[in-house]
């Protein structure tokens, strides 16, 4: 099995791509290096394209390190489908080909994704296109068989959802299969980057999932960083971290609470209600933002945390301290609760491995990964902290890592507090001759959260790609219903708390 | 779970004294009375929301409103599962083109008198996806809308004001599409 080093030894290493490397190769190392996904050593970590190249990012756990290859000089003939050889790339392909010209030879699914055929133009992200006219309707795949009925449901939903479609099959109260269908609020995030300077990058960066605005914005300025060779100071890389713990809190509650509200017991909704606007209010108080929303840019964050925001935030862990155990017990003592979660949406591991689903999707089902813990960014490799993992993989598990990482993100909180470096918090951009190229990977309430870009010379962004998470989590969502009966989908949809925004970006 | 309970009883309520409803969302209501509908809605508002291509920043504030510090639903508004039952369409994001169809449909599912509230600023003109090929821009550009409310997103105390607002216009006898 090659590691991930043998494979980059095969191509042309890119200069100025940071951190990690990056290497053009040939169609041949391309596929081969497709081919050994489905072994497990490595994991696919994105795939997206520019208007002549593709590019696959990868992760090597065991080495705890990431790279990214290339083709380049691509034409009309287009490129190996890498999810001909491995199905999680399925999606990811199907956008590159609906936002650029490029053709994945051999793709299992030729349908567009993210292409509605609203737009006024095609191929966006390559040699534009006239629009086509005229909408024609969606191929759903078939479902065959007795008794089977189909179910359509929104794309706009009965609650406060962001909007999407989903297609189930069901034998009476029996799901057979669920299609998603996406991209309804895709608002061309990747297009309005190109030629934006770095604050606009940052802005638009922090609005592509809301409720991982931190984590988006966390992970663009570490991208740029990387790319510029710029030393950001410490107590600026501590304060990040700080917020990015404050919105997991805030968003594993609010979840906690919405999932067992989708079980019929909303006493646990109007408890987690009340923890979670404490921490948006503590986060107000401490970043002048409940969201936090624009207060890490590249360069540093903007907003210091004074005396009275960390006492708020002290007076917030004594708060959940004292307010949550109470829940944790509620939730785990109620038997008509654990009737529903238990059990309920069950995801194997070998899915959730093959899939690289991060987050609690990922740890739930028994796949350990936490890019805090493998890949040590700093604060993180100066802090103390657990990754619970789980092996039930129902909602049951998915609502137990949220409660472990609840109370591990309470200790980094009084950490991080504590020891909380002084220092400026923002140091200016140098400028550079030549065309740079960054990438990070951050973990965000949801899981691993990627951004890639590059910087022309003079400081614009030439092409900046983002992957939300839900990626991989949303097509383990229609595997994990299957078997379930329709009234429960709610509940595991709640569960997996995929993005739609993010994903559409 | 009995033990929670009780202590909820003996404990003091978080729910906070409603926010006076907003003076600048007062006067573009003011603005907006022409054909005047006399329905009294019996101080009560059924909000569906619809989100049509937001970041879900939005839809978070949206949802807090329901806690138990602002609990929207003493005020007689309720967030309600079909737009049939609505009488209020609040509108989250940049219309996406994928999400324009929908958001109109939705609103012709809506039984007259209604109202739009358009919430965000990038409901108001598309915000910083504005001018994308993948957005329309604001919600006005697709339905009428009454009343906006700014912020990124809005905080759920201005979300209120501005429902409140809109509530005491509608109570007065405002215009209705
Ligand atoms: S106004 Fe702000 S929070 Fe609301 S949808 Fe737009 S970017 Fe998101």
Known sequence: MPTLSDILKKGRSVPHHAPWPRAVVDAAVWTAAASTLPEGRLTLLDLWGEASAVHMALLDEPAGTTAVLSLEGLAGGGYPSVAQLHPPALRLERALRDLTR??????????????????????????????????????????????????????????????GHFRFTANGETVVRLEERLGYVHKGIEALMAGADLIRGAQLAGRTSGDSTVAYAYAFSQAVEAALGLVVPIRAVWLRALMAELERLANHLGDIGAICNDAAFPLMLAHCGVLRERVLRAADAAFGHRLMRDRIVPGGVTSDLNGDGAGGLRSLLAEIRRRFPALIELYDNTASLQDRT???????????????????????????????????????????????????????????????????????????????????????IPSVGERREGMALIEGFRGDILVWLRIAPGGGIERCHLRDPSWFQWPLLEAAIEGNIVADFPLCNKSFNCSYSGHDL | ?????????????????????????????????????RRRLGRSLSIRAVDAGSCNGCEMEMHALSNAFYDIERFGIRFVASPR???????????TKNMQEALERTYNATPAPKWVVALGGCARDGGCFAGSYAVIGGVSMVVPVDL?????????????????ALLEHVNEGGRAS
């Open chain 2, 85 to 95: 039952h609505a009488d209020v369409l609040l509108v989250t994001g940049p219309v």
């Open chain 1, 342 to 428: 238990v059990g309920t949406g069950r995801l194997g591991a070998a899915l959730a491995r093959e899939y690289g689903a991060g987050g609690y999707v990922g740890r739930a089902s028994g796949r350990a990964f936490d890019v805090r813990q493998v890949l040590r960014y700093p604060p993180y490799d100066s802090l103390v902290f657990d990754v619970p993992v789980l092996n039930d993989g129902d909602v049951n598990a998915r609502v137990w890592i949220r409660i472990r990482e609840i109370e591990q993100s309470l200790l980094l909180i009084e950490q991080i507090i504590d020891r909380l470096p002084m220092g400026p918090i923002f140091s200016g």
């Open chain 2, 148 to 164: 906006h409310i700014p912020g990124c997103p809005p905080s759920p105390t201005d979300i209120l004001r501005g429902l409140l």
């Open chain 1, 102 to 163: 490029l053709e994945p030879r051999d793709l299992p699914d030729r349908r567009p994704w993210l292409d509605h055929g609203r737009w006024d133009l095609r191929r966006p992200l390559g040699e534009r296109g006239i629009a086509l006219p005229g909408v024609g309707p969606y191929a759903f795949l078939p479902a065959e068989g007795d008794g089977l009925h189909q179910i359509p449901v929104g794309p706009v939903h009965a609650g406060i959802i962001e909007p």
């Open chain 2, 1 to 37: 779970m009995r033990k929670l309970l009780f202590e909820n009883l003996i404990r003091l309520p978080l729910t906070e004294p409603p926010p006076p409803p907003s003076d600048a969302a007062m006067e573009e209501l003011a603005a907006g009375i022409g054909a005047a509908s």
